[in-house]
């Protein structure tokens, strides 16, 4: 019914950036929460970034003031631009969306595939 789709991840020297996008479609009444999570190696999965219609972004500790969410409601997408990237941002990325599709009274979360950002020295 939804699904969620990622780009943009790759392989970028420390201090570079990278863009990552996610767009969500099918069968959407509404979204609700859009974000961004990742997980390394032999780690949890944790979250990065997420940003709510008409409100502030939330960021992990760890990416403040260096990555920058944003969100296109119009065209269900939602982006991470990755700026100053350090070696321990190595992960895959995953993208989550909140959706309520237009067959249900609930909303449910829908993960991507997720792509892989590799920092190398």
């Known amino acids: 019914q939804v699904q969620v789709v990622e780009s943009g991840g790759g392989l970028v020297q420390a201090g570079g950036s990278l863009r990552l996008s996610c767009t969500a479609s099918?069968?959407?009444?509404?979204?609700?929460?859009m974000g961004w999570y990742r997980q390394a190696p032999g780690k949890q999965r944790e979250l990065v970034a997420t940003?709510?219609?008409?409100?502030?972004?939330n960021y992990a500790d760890s990416v403040k003031g260096r990555f920058t969410i944003s969100r296109d409601n119009a065209e269900n997408t939602v982006n991470l631009q990755m700026n100053s990237l350090k070696l321990e941002d190595t992960a895959v990325y995953y993208c989550?969306?909140?959706?309520?599709?237009?067959?249900?009274?609930?909303?449910?979360?829908?993960w991507g595939q997720g792509t892989q950002v590799t920092v190398s020295s």
């Open positions: 989550n969306v909140e959706a309520r599709p237009t067959t249900s009274s609930y909303f449910f979360s829908y």
């Open positions: 099918g069968s959407i009444f509404a979204i609700n929460v």
């Open positions: 940003i709510i219609s008409g409100r502030s972004a």
